[in-house]
Each structure stands twice: as structure tokens, then as C-alpha cells.
């Protein structure tokens, strides 16, 4: 059997997507930005705050659906700004209208406005709802190994546990619990939130994750294009080196490039 490399695809709910980046779609200059970023990302899957983005629900305005057709990209609907199981089940509910019947969707039930933190207890009520009514759930919370075993176990088809908060650009903070989520979960694990530079995806991705899903980094980047390319080759760069396997760490015990035995003129 070929081993793994890292081109491999990435498949949630039984799909293959040829990118293990995700990105969203806010903070940009215009749909035009939007786009131009988006495509120098190589992303399949875009997010869309439902709340927050127009996809049709004014038609007197540009539509996000024009600037990134959804023949070309899966749109993965989010719950930005909702604080309860119950707004989070309704935002959700009115996107597989807007998108005729799309069921695969990102659920987020935030804390508070400051942290942005997300609330566990409404996360796990709203997604025992979501997954009875058939959405394909992807689902936004901490780093707690518990929390998301628990969320595996409802029916979520992607557990994504925070790196830091939300647009904080802090990076990793808390490697050790991503590790134990990534050893036990079965489904795609991909780290969400927190993310400010190259090196932050190829860590994720170093650590194991199965993808990274980031927006703020690349929107509020000085060359929002640019950083998209770097997030780009971060995110197989990181995938690659977790495949072939680290060299053992050797605490305070140097090691010879070249041989020592054989040594010209010895």
C-alpha cells in the first residue's frame, strides 16, 4: 500500500475536498478582495456568517453567492453571533433555505461578546438538535477532550476546538489538549480560531489536526493575497512533515550530520 502523502483529501460526512485549508469570508475589503483571496488560498470550503453576509436574503444588495459561486465552492454556513442553542438551531434552519436544502453547516454558540468564547453547555444542547434534524454538523469549541469527545458522540461530523480566542491572532496556546483531542477523536479534528501566521497552520497540521480553518489572519493581513498563499503552503508544508514523521527530540545531546565512522585520512 502507498503511504499517505500530502495531497491526501481531506473527507467530512463522506466528501473529499483537495484542500485541508478552510477560510472564512468577513473582514474583507469587498466581495472582490474576497474572491481574489479565497483563490490564492485554494480553499474548497468558505465560511458564511448567515447573520452577517448577505447570500440572498437582501436582494437589493451584492450577494457573496455572485463573488464565489457555489459550483465552485462548498459553502459552509456558521452561527457567528448567536449566544443560544435555540438563535444558533434558527440561523442554521433559515441557511438550508437560502442554500436549497444544505446541510452541511458550522455550528458556533459563543460565551460572551468579549472573549467570544464558546458556551459548551448551548453548543451541546443546539447540536443534539441540529443532528436529529439531519444537518451535517461541524462544530466550533474549546479544547476541552471531553467536550469534544462528546460532541463526536452526538453525531458531529467535525470536532474544531480553538487554538486561542477568535481574531486574536495568539496562535497555539495549548498544543497538549489539541493532542489528546486529536488521539481520540475519529472524526476530522481541525483547529478553528486563533490562528495569526503561517507558522501557527503548520503547527496545527504538524500536531496532526486534519485541517485549519482561519479568517482574520488572512483578512487582516497587510496583503491579504499574499498571507492566503503562505496559509496555503503552510497547511501542506505542515501536513507533510506530520506524515514523514519528526526526528526524536534530544534533550542537552548533539548529534553528527555526517558519519563518524569511515572518516577520510583516519
Known amino acids: 500500500m502507498m503511504p499517505p502523502t500530502p495531497m491526501d483529501p481531506l473527507v467530512i460526512a463522506g466528501t473529499a475536498y483537495d484542500s485541508r485549508l478552510l477560510v472564512g469570508t468577513g473582514k474583507y475589503r469587498d466581495f472582490a478582495q474576497t474572491r481574489e483571496a479565497i483563490d490564492a ?3 474548497r470550503i468558505v ?3 448567515i447573520r452577517r453576509t448577505n447570500i440572498g436574503q437582501d436582494p437589493s444588495q451584492p450577494s457573496l453567492l455572485d463573488a464565489l459561486p457555489p459550483s465552485r465552492y462548498t459553502y459552509l454556513p456558521n452561527t457567528a453571533g448567536c449566544y443560544t442553542a435555540d438563535d444558533a438551531v434558527r440561523t442554521l434552519r433559515l441557511a438550508r433555505e437560502l442554500l436549497d436544502g444544505h446541510d452541511l453547516v ?3 454558540v459563543l460565551g460572551d461578546p468579549q472573549s467570544l468564547y464558546p458556551n459548551v453547555v448551548e453548543t451541546l444542547k443546539a ?3 441540529l443532528v436529529r434534524e439531519g444537518f451535517k454538523v461541524m462544530v466550533y469549541t474549546s ?4 467536550v469534544a469527545q462528546h460532541l463526536q458522540d452526538l453525531g458531529c461530523v467535525a470536532v474544531m476546538p480553538l487554538a486561542s480566542l477568535i481574531g486574536s491572532g495568539m496562535g497555539i496556546l495549548n498544543p497538549w489538549n489539541l493532542q489528546i483531542i486529536i488521539d481520540r477523536l475519529e472524526v476530522p479534528v481541525i ?4 490562528v495569526g501566521t503561517a507558522s501557527d497552520a503548520a503547527i496545527a497540521m504538524e500536531l496532526g489536526c486534519d485541517a485549519v480553518l482561519m479568517n482574520t489572519a488572512i483578512a487582516q493581513a497587510r496583503e491579504p493575497v499574499l498571507m492566503a498563499q503562505a496559509m496555503k503552503l503552510a497547511v501542506q508544508a505542515g501536513r507533510a512533515a506530520y506524515l514523514a514523521g519528526r526526528m526524536p527530540r534530544k534533550v542537552y545531546q548533539a548529534s553528527p550530520s555526517s558519519p563518524t565512522s569511515g572518516l577520510i585520512g583516519a
Do not use: H, N, R, Y
Not at 479544547?143 to 471531553?146: L, T
Open 41 to 43: 488560498s485554494g480553499a
Open 47 to 49: 465560511t458564511v456568517a
Open 106 to 108: 458550522k455550528l458556533e
Open 127 to 129: 447540536a443534539e438538535v
Open 143 to 146: 479544547d476541552d477532550p471531553i
Open 191 to 194: 483547529v478553528d480560531a486563533g
